[in-house]
């Protein structure tokens, strides 16, 4: 569904006399333009680590409920777990100051339920972060092998 369709659902419910329902779909229109922001910070980075020769062998990757880790990418023999951080302005902080521990050990848990559930065993792995910080100069950073 496109954002146009979902918000004249919305004016409708509004129309007849369906504030509740209105407000629900207001709050669908917020996750819809905060997963295509987010999709387009994903994209970004993936194309960035493309230029740098990694080759990307999963976008998205889900580990039930505990986490997901947005791009799984190997660099010559080490495996990158990468979570990517896009911010559009700093009201709610910077890109980095999103990466908790509590962030990160989600991560971790889902790249070692990666490792355990592929086929291929790599002995050399670690976690990354790319952030993306778009203001009036947009900045984009690698930080590598990152621990808490």
């Known amino acids: ?9 919305c004016k409708t419910n509004l129309k007849n006399k369906q504030p509740h329902f209105a407000a629900v779909c207001f709050k669908e229109i ?25 080759k990307v062998i999963e976008r998205n990757w889900k580990y039930s409920r505990i986490g997901e880790i947005d791009i799984i990418a190997l660099e010559k023999t080490t495996l990158v777990f990468v979570e990517v951080k896009y911010r559009r302005s700093k009201t709610f902080g910077s890109a980095i100051e999103a990466i908790t521990p ?24 670690r976690i990354d972060v790319i952030t993306i910080d778009k203001n009036a100069h947009p900045e984009l950073n690698h930080i590598k092998n990152i621990y808490l």
């Not at 050990?105 to 002995?123: D, P, V």
């Open 30 to 54: 917020i996750i819809f333009t905060t997963k295509k922001i987010g999709d387009n910070g994903e994209k970004q980075a993936e194309e960035y680590l493309k230029k740098l020769g990694y």
């Open 102 to 125: 509590k962030k990160f050990q989600k991560i971790y848990e889902s790249a070692l339920a990666y490792l355990s559930q592929t086929n291929i065993k790599y002995t050399n792995y």
């Open 1 to 9: 569904m496109t954002r146009k369709k979902l918000k004249a659902i």
